[in-house]
């Protein structure tokens, strides 16, 4: 059991991580024509969080379990690299979620800087505390840290949603392209189940079990990790690489219910 659901986990990382920096790369390509501000943000972002950033730190996390070494300087410089990168990447997409959907917004301003403000302190008080020496989810910075890295995916996702309800809308009344009213429906997803597996991955440290009980419920929060990573590889995959076969069944289906 606990190797099945390692070798899930471990595959559904990879493929998250290989397909967060295609569509990050593609974004930040796309950004080169007209005002390309929210495409390098959106790209900037998504490359950086889950491409580079929980790649990292992934692979150090692997490495510290396979050589059976808990701490090390090149463990702690890794790991705090590893966090730093992923928290530009999740600075990239705030901005970008506050940009798109919220410009000017006095309430989405504050939240964002409530946000931001969150996420430097606990990486800053994280670090000063020796958190990045073992790596572990635990310390009351790690979890303010916690609290934006956890969030941001949940407003982005309503965010999106809700986005996609007026397009909904307006696509009844042939206002609104069936394929780009989708994307919205499909990033929407894609974000909650990022949502998801943050939060079941790190569930048993977050309510406080015992480091040798984490371990031995390691294998479904791990195996569940995998099915909601595996998801959102899926979802982020058909928003911005929809098949052929996917797109004919968007559009018949956004007919048909006209």
Known sequence: MAALAGSLYLVSTIAFCAICLVVGVRLVARSRSGDGRPELLLGTG????????????IAVALTRLSWGQDQGPGYTFLTA???????????????????VFRPG???????????VAALVAGYVGNGL?????????EGAWYWVEFATIAGYPVWASLESLAYYARMRRRR????????????????????????????????????????????????????????????????????????????????GRAAAVR
């Open 46 to 57: 998504i490359g950086l969080t889950g491409g580079v950033g929980y790649g990292l730190l």
């Open 81 to 99: 690299f590893g966090r730093a990168v992923h928290d530009v990447g999740v600075l990239c997409v705030i901005a970008f979620v506050l940009q």
């Open 105 to 115: 917004v006095a309430w989405a301003r504050g939240l964002a800087a409530v946000m």
């Open 129 to 137: 505390a020796g958190g990045f020496v073992h790596g572990r989810a």
């Open 172 to 251: 009844a009344l042939g206002l609104a392209d069936p394929l780009v009213t989708n994307r919205f429906l499909v990033w929407g997803i894609a974000f909650a189940l990022t949502f998801a597996a943050i939060i079941t991955v790190s569930f048993p440290a977050l309510i406080g079990l015992p480091l040798a009980e984490q371990q031995r419920v390691a294998p479904v929060s791990l195996l569940l990790t995998a099915v909601w990573g595996t998801g959102s590889v899926a979802a982020q995959w058909l928003t911005f690489f929809p098949p052929r076969w996917y797109r004919a069944w968007v559009v």
